[in-house]
């Protein structure tokens, strides 16, 4: 059974900064591109970010720059770095394969950022 969970959202002030991780198991981790998706309240889900199996990463356009992922195929976790935070970036946050899979979804961090 395939369990992804997220963890290290929060509430943060404007500019600030979080880390996000994902931690993996019932999968082989290190066979797969990985994910940062997140919704924002009455939006859909939108990709983020990925990572491919060697490292190789993607972003929106409009985050590239602030945000960073990385991934640790030893400890089976996907991390995302999320500098200059802004009221706009809050979502519930989540992690998947790239192509996502119905099934792998967790329950998401909520990141909120508000002064």
């Known amino acids: 059974q395939v369990q992804l969970v997220e963890s290290g959202g929060g509430l943060v002030q404007p500019g600030g900064s979080l880390r996000l991780s994902c931690a993996a198991s019932g999968i082989i981790f290190r066979d797969h591109v990985m994910g940062w998706y997140r919704q924002a309240p009455g939006k859909q889900r939108e990709l983020v970010a990925t990572?491919?199996?060697?490292?190789?990463?993607t972003y929106i356009a409009s985050l590239r720059g602030r945000f960073a992922i990385s991934r640790d195929n030893a400890e089976n976790v996907v991390y995302l770095q999320m500098n200059s935070l802004k009221p706009e970036d809050t979502a519930v946050y989540y992690c998947?394969?790239?192509?996502?899979?119905?099934?792998?979804w967790g329950q998401g961090t909520q990141v909120t950022v508000s002064s």
């Open positions: 998947n394969k790239y192509p996502s899979r119905t099934d792998y």
């Open positions: 990572i491919t199996q060697t490292g190789t990463t």
